[in-house]
């Protein structure tokens, strides 16, 4: 592995121990329900500030389920996921792309540098495009 | 830092509305117009708001037995500047909203505020900041991230104690009950933020040397070799 890859797996290494860790260590095992979202407990502090408080407005769309709602975050993930690999696999394809080019161009310049078959490759390679 | 629909009185919810709109069409401008001049960025535009997407739907486990997500605003803010990240944020606080039942229409204008407005806003300022005074490149990036994930929750916190200071301790006192949930539990996932975005800074640094350096984020001329790599971008 290069110097290059290993820091980024280190990175990556890292942030999934940030995420493990507080499983690990049974950081939640002081709460009834350990490591719900940080949203939900908010709504729960407000109703604990103003026990009358009654949301004035609910959601056009609510999924039906959990499974709904967690199929829902997966697709946003998946989209976002989605873009970031092409977007990487296709700059990644033009520079091996750019260097071929680059390699062929070389090659033939140097076989035009022969004296003789200069002419000859210089036709096939024109064919070919 | 979603607050749910419904959960922010209506004079404050007009009111980050209010505050947010003016930031989302200069958005709006800004984006229009990079497209128009640069049309060769729109792809790293999209993986931008990728980037945001996947991030904001990751919900972290953290130190205090809560789970919560990144934002993933840090990376556009940097890249293209906080106004373009306004619209990208906004999109996917839109797709969470109508889709996810997650934030909501009412608390839109909250929610933008902090997590597309302050945070990108926060981050690219740091980020500046620790450039001008040469800190390396991927040192600026990851306090860039960490405080624009950071700065969005303490914004939160700040909009639910305002919206509902404590009958006895008042603004303070409800200040440090929504920061107990929201700020404390983002550091981590702050941290996280900040390492993925090196994580994919440095990827970007492999593949779009010509992009980056159009933006800003390399010097010009710093390698002969990036010269290559420019020919091959702007095609």
């Known amino acids: ?129 | 830092m979603h607050i749910a629909e419904g959960f922010l009185p209506p004079a404050h919810a007009v009111a980050w509305g209010v505050a947010s709109a003016p930031f989302v069409v200069h958005g709006v401008r800004s984006l229009t117009r990079e497209v128009k001049e640069h049309p060769e960025s729109t792809l790293l535009l999209g993986a931008s708001g990728a980037f945001t997407f996947v991030l904001s739907a990751l919900k972290l486990p953290s130190v205090t037995g809560s789970c919560s997500h990144p934002t993933g605003t840090g990376l556009g803010a940097i890249l293209f500047r906080p106004p373009i990240m306004a619209v990208l944020g906004t999109i996917t606080l839109l797709f969470q909203a109508l889709l996810l039942a997650h934030g909501g229409l009412t608390t839109l204008g909250a929610n933008v505020f902090s997590m597309a407005v302050v945070g990108p806003w926060a981050g690219y300022a740091i980020y500046r900041l620790l450039r001008r005074y040469g800190v390396p490149l991927m040192v600026a990036v990851f306090f860039g991230a960490f405080l624009a994930d950071l700065s969005t929750y303490c914004v939160t916190t700040v909009q639910l104690a305002l919206a509902f200071p404590d009958p006895s301790s008042g603004f303070l006192g409800a200040l440090g009950k929504f920061g107990s949930i929201f700020a404390v539990t983002q550091i981590p996932l702050a941290v996280s933020e900040g390492l993925l975005t090196v994580f994919v800074m440095r990827l970007l640094v492999q593949s779009s040397k010509g992009e980056l350096t159009r933006l800003g984020v390399l010097v010009a001329g710093k390698q002969a070799a990036t010269g290559a790599g420019t020919e091959a971008v702007a095609r």
């Open chain 1, 1 to 129: 592995m290069s110097r290059n890859a290993k820091i980024n797996a280190l990175l990556l290494l890292v942030v999934a121990a940030l995420a493990v860790l507080p499983l690990a260590l049974g950081l939640g095992d002081h709460k009834e329900e350990p490591f719900t979202g940080a949203d939900g407990e908010a709504e729960t502090a407000i109703t604990e500030i103003e026990p009358d408080y009654e949301p004035w407005f609910s959601p056009l769309y609510e999924p039906p389920s959990g499974e709904i709602e967690s199929a829902l975050f997966s697709l946003q993930a998946a989209i976002g996921a989605g873009v970031l690999a092409y977007y990487f696999g296709l700059h990644r394809g033009r520079r091996q792309g750019e260097a071929r080019a680059l390699a062929q161009r070389d090659a033939e310049a140097a076989a035009q540098d022969v004296p003789g078959s200069g002419s000859a490759s210089g036709k096939s390679t024109a064919e070919q495009d």
